[in-house]
């Protein structure tokens, strides 16, 4: 092998090589986003609802400012089926997190048996 092949591939792994992280981390903040859009009007439903719907969506557009990047970083990192199962898991994560710490939501044991099997359907979709 040539030592210019050989630079080639480490200048190829050095780039590549925090990018899955980059990914992750950029979907947790996005999916922060989307949840405080989706159920943070919740907290007080004496808004009235077009402001509710305006207020979410002005919290949403930041969900896209790290969703957007986050698919675009990790596509090629990922599969795109592997993208939105990941997505997907992070989404149930925060879900969670937010319920508990915001509306005193108890976390259930069937809740925690049902988010077993999704990390088991990850499992499956990143095998192989």
């Known amino acids: 092998m040539s030592k210019s092949t050989q630079d080639d591939r480490s200048v190829k792994s050095a780039s590549t090589r925090g990018k899955p992280m980059k990914t992750v981390c950029l979907l947790i903040v996005s999916n922060i986003f989307m949840t ?17 719907i305006l207020l979410s969506w002005g919290v949403a557009f930041f969900e896209y400012v ?12 990922f599969t795109l089926t592997q993208l939105k199962i990941m997505q ?41």
């Open 36 to 52: 405080a859009a989706w159920y943070g009007h919740l907290k007080d439903k004496s808004l009235p609802l077009i402001a509710a």
């Open 66 to 77: 790290f969703q957007v990047p986050a698919n675009r970083l990790g596509y090629g990192q």
């Open 88 to 128: 997907e898991c992070i989404t149930l994560v925060v879900f969670t997190a937010f319920a508990f710490i915001f509306f005193r939501e108890p976390v259930k044991w069937n809740y925690m048996v049902s988010y077993g099997l999704i990390m088991g359907a990850v499992y499956f979709a990143f095998m192989g």
